[in-house]
């Protein structure tokens, strides 16, 4: 029996994902041409609206070739731009990424825009290319650009730059792949949708490929308040971090450092934390041994008299945008949004928004209302049914006692946005069950849905009240015919009757509070009839 | 032309038809909601009056509000009726009942608060128009023939008698072989001359021609009436105020059934639908003169029955005296019996339970299948003014023959018999029930 032998080498990231890609989202042509809008989508709002700046976004979608399943998607944005000497890395290094703070943005890990030029390279071998330039630059710069993906390096093709004629900023991102349009549309245009309901403050433009034009014009002036980079909240953190930032830091003592590095964190919490770990406070940071920082990290885990984490991180939509996109998208009888105050799992602050949206256009949820979920703004399609959100809807809210009975055209739109979503598994699609956050999930959707119950249960009142009234104004003409005719002579007749007509619309209207207009109306059709 | 007296009272309807309904548009224009007042005419709201022996509307009223969504189509109805019963009353026209359904039924179109266009009818079965009537003559407190609304004449009268009627006069005495047809509008007549000591109405149109052709009431100086079965309410109110105006004493003559019994009690203390216009209808001194069942069996049957204690205590419960009435020998043989007495069906019986109660029959009846056959009006307690010692015994001794027997049948023995010997000698020695 001869042993297997074994072969040992290590891969890049680059040839990892190269391999690997359905776990980004590249799994088949359809699926890819999707994966490739979003990426470049949330890039390029992630260079607009997180830095406050109002989005205009445009899409191009074309086909490439005659004969080859071959498209160009190009999207441009009126963002912050990128540095010259930075674009190689951004879109030829795998995991190289200016979102490593901790701030709430769209993009995370610096592997989306890579993904892109990967597939592209793998499918159609085209190169990407970059057209960007930064407010106050004299110039705009263009790169081609292609990813050694041995190395994980970029290989820059061309580069140039020209002069500005106007004081453009932004960054146009173009790139062809291999992929299935046909099959794609209607997700690309789900997810626009998607997208323009929670951005009814951005400009959004798509060109199809069979020359249609997708437009979601900007209709409010409004920007949600843009994230501030913050520092780690001491529960947020882990033993890594902590090793690397006493490796890296200039403070004299590890009570200077964790009073810079983390937030609430004083004197007083330093203190103490380093008292329960026993570390003197005036320590060296980098002579801290392996076993000091175990019982600092653990200290720091245990401590329970923190504020809780800054939620300044974080960019709510807040709830007038809320329900201006459910109005753009569904001219509701009834909307309502509600921004639940900040929260935290775990060292991480999360806040939980909920819009409501009902009648209209709105669209029937035949068991339960149709559930748009949204995590840091991007709108979430897949993997509905194992969403902590789908499991509040579900499970945790009796629909009955709001008075509403399915078939109902209801949509519950949950937005979670956090420095951390707690995404189950690589997709990024559904999140999971964090007791903290369901606990919100819930008092959010209950909290709007009051609202529509008492909405409702006032319409049910009104209804009534207009029945009631319909119920003896339809009389009216009859009992002044019949008064008039008893009391007044043949050229009297009309005049009381008439006179009969009004006072008896008033009574009527006061008696069942329900307009005057309504009640003429029901009396004029029947003199009409007669 | 009418007549000066239908004009007058025309007049009349029309000034008290305006009255009450200004009072309505003032509510209205002082911006009130407009309320009919009416006294409630339902079973519960009908009593009957001991003291006066009749049938009355009791105390409760009812306020119908326009803009009671309940109440608003009876409110809008009452307010039709009125006005085409006005414009009749105003074009000197005499519709009747059935003429004021399709007057006023018309229907109402109209859009609804979610744009439906929906039509509704003013009333669908002259049952709804009729109840309407019945609600404004008692808003109004006036009867339907003080409003000239005319019903098919079915009462007929013949005796020593001079009436005005419109601007004719019309002696009763000379109507030949045949009658004077009540008008709708008993109010309208006008007495001039009576001679005669009583009044006999017959139930049966038949028996009515009989006597009237025998010369019958000019022998024994009745004024005869026939209600030709029910009596209707003109046939009523004349009987009424020829009795009360000459004060003579009515007698009823009617077949010996429940059916009969009843006929008897409506013209005596009123019928129950009708009981608003009791006060001017029934005539509460009327007397039941025959057929009774003592006159068909005399009250041997009676006697056996009330041997038994219990029997005998129950009834006199139910009606103290009823076993010392005075003994009564039959008018009937034994083989006359049989061939003139009719057995009685399960309607009949249920009628009587109705009208004595329920007891009665239990003690009454012999046979097991028969009390069966009642069972389900078990705790009925009879009509107040059926609860007398005679009447008790009457209908026991129906219960306990089942028979029935109708005056056809009386002069079927012979109307000599009927007209010389059966009335007669019954007014004259007081064998009747009051
Ligand atoms: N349209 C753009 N405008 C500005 N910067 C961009 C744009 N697209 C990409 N970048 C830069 O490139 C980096 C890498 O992008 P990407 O690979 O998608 O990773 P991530 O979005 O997760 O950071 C981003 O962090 C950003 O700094
Ligand atoms: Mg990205």
Redesign the pocket.
């Known amino acids: 029996m001869s042993e297997l032998k074994e072969v040992y080498r290590a891969v890049s990231p680059a040839e990892f994902f190269y391999k690997y890609r359905e776990i980004a989202g590249f799994a088949n042509p359809a699926r890819a041409i999707y994966q490739t809008i979003r ?1 470049l989508v ?3 709002l ?2 607009t609206d997180v830095h406050g700046i109002p989005p205009d976004v445009k899409i191009t979608i074309r086909k490439a070739d005659e004969t080859q399943d071959f498209y160009q998607v190009t999207v441009e ?1 009126n ?4 540095p010259p000497n930075i674009v190689p890395n ?2 030829g290094k795998v995991l ?4 490593y703070v901790l701030r709430q943005s ?9 993904m892109v030029v990967l597939y592209a390279q793998m499918t159609t071998g085209r190169p990407v290319e970059v057209i ?1 330039s930064k407010s106050g630059y004299k110039r705009i710069y263009y790169f081609k650009l292609r990813i050694d993906v041995n190395k994980n390096e970029p290989v820059v093709i061309e580069a140039g730059s020209w002069r500005k004629t106007r004081d453009w900023h932004g ?1 146009i ?1 173009s790139v062809t792949i291999e992929g299935d349009w046909s099959r794609a549309k209607s997700r690309v245009l789900e997810y626009l949708h998607r997208t323009a309901i929670v951005l009814p403050y951005a400009n959004i433009v798509m060109l199809t490929p069979e020359n249609e034009i997708v437009y979601y014009p900007r209709i409010v002036n409004t920007m949600p308040r843009p994230p501030v980079e913050t520092r780690p909240h001491p529960q947020g953190t882990d033993l890594e971090f902590l090793n690397s930032l006493v490796k890296n830091t200039d403070f004299k003592t590890i009570e200077e450092l964790l009073i810079h590095s983390f937030q609430s964190m004083g004197e007083v919490t330093a203190k103490q934390i380093l008292q329960v770990a026993g570390i003197n406070p005036e320590r060296k940071p980098s002579e801290l041994s392996d076993n000091e920082l175990l019982s600092l990290i653990n200290a720091m885990k245990t401590y329970d008299k923190y504020k809780p984490p800054s939620s300044r991180a974080l960019s709510p939509l807040g709830e007038e945008i809320i329900k201006a996109g459910l109005r753009r998208a569904f001219n509701p009888e009834y909307v309502d949004a509600v921004s639940r105050r900040p929260s935290a799992y775990s060292g991480h602050p999360f806040v939980v928004e909920v819009g409501i949206a009902y009648g209209g256009n709105t669209p029937i949820g035949e068991d339960k209302p149709i559930v748009l979920r949204y995590a840091n703004k991007i709108p979430l399609l897949y993997d509905e049914a194992t969403d902590v959100i789908t499991e509040v809807v579900k499970e945790d809210i009796s629909w009955d006692n709001y008075m509403i009975s399915f078939p109902s055209p209801l949509v519950i739109l949950v937005h979670v946005c956090s420095t951390k979503i707690p995404f189950k598994g690589v997709g990024k699609e559904s999140i999971a069950d964090i007791p903290e956050l369901r606990k919100e999930i819930k008092l959010g959707i209950m909290e709007v849905t009051r609202g529509l119950k008492q909405y409702l249960s006032k319409k049910v009142k009104e209804e009534e009240a207009r029945r009631k009234a319909e119920a003896v104004a339809k009389y009216i003409p009859e009992v002044a015919r019949s008064l008039a005719v008893i009391l007044a002579d043949e050229n009297e007749l009309n005049t009381l009757r008439k006179e009969i007509i009004s006072k008896l619309t008033t009574i009527v209207a006061k008696k069942t509070g329900v307009s005057l207009d309504l009640i003429h109306g029901i009396v004029k059709s029947i003199e009409a009839e007669a | 032309m009418p007549s000066q007296i239908d004009l007058a009272a025309r007049n009349k309807a029309l000034d008290i038809i305006k009255n009450s309904m200004r009072s309505l548009v003032e509510q209205i224009s002082r911006g009130e909601k407009p309320i009919l007042v009416i006294p409630k005419r339902t079973l519960a709201n009908t009593i009957y009056d001991l003291r006066k022996k009749m049938l009355l509307l009791g105390p409760e009223i009812q306020h119908r509000s326009f803009t009671d969504v309940n109440e608003a189509k009876k409110f809008m109805q009452t307010l039709l009726m009125a006005s085409i019963i006005f414009d009749a009353l105003r074009n000197n026209e005499y519709p009747t009942i059935r003429d004021l359904y399709y007057r006023g039924k018309h229907s109402i179109s109209y859009k609804t608060i979610d744009g439906k266009h929906v039509s509704e009818n003013t009333w669908e079965e002259q049952r709804e128009s009729d109840g309407v009537i019945r609600d404004l003559e008692v808003y109004l407190s006036v009867l339907r023939e003080d409003l000239l609304i005319l019903s098919k004449e079915k009462g007929k009268v013949v005796g020593n008698l001079v009436i005005r009627s419109g601007d004719d006069t019309i002696d009763l005495s000379k109507m030949g072989h045949g009658a004077y047809a009540i008008e709708p509008t008993p109010d309208l007549i006008e007495f001039v001359d009576v001679d005669a000591e009583y009044i006999l109405v017959v139930e049966k149109d038949a028996v009515f021609q009989q006597l009237h052709r025998y010369g019958f009431w000019r022998k024994y100086k009745a004024i005869l009436v026939t209600s030709a079965g029910q009596p209707d309410r003109a046939t009523r109110r004349f009987v009424r105020r020829l009795s009360d105006e000459y004060k003579l004493p009515v007698y009823i003559l009617a077949d010996s059934d429940p059916y009969g019994y009843y006929i008897y009690s409506v013209f005596k203390t009123g019928s129950i639908t009708l009981s608003y216009e009791s006060e001017r209808l029934a005539t509460p001194s009327a007397k039941f003169i025959g057929v009774m069942m003592t006159d068909i069996f005399g009250d041997s049957v009676f006697r056996k029955i009330i041997k038994d204690k219990d029997a005998r205590k129950t009834l006199e419960e139910i009606a103290p005296g009823v076993s010392e009435l005075k003994p009564k020998n039959p008018y009937l043989s034994e083989s006359e019996r049989s061939n003139f007495v009719i057995k009685a069906k399960t309607k009949d019986l249920e009628r009587a339970v109705e009208l004595v109660g329920y007891k009665v029959a239990d003690v009454c009846i012999e046979d097991k299948d028969v009390k069966n056959k009642i069972k389900k009006k078990e705790g009925l307690t009879g009509y107040p003014w059926f609860s007398t010692p005679e009447w008790t015994r009457e209908l026991c001794i129906f219960f306990n023959t089942l028979s029935k027997l109708e005056i056809e049948a009386m002069a079927s023995k012979g109307l000599k018999f009927l007209a010389d010997k059966y009335i007669p000698e019954k007014l004259s020695i007081g064998d009747w029930i009051d």
């Open positions: 990426e949330e890039n390029a992630d260079a944005d963002g912050i731009g990128i951004a879109f190289f990424s200016s979102k769209r993009g995370m890990y610096g592997l989306g825009v890579k960007t960054t991102v």
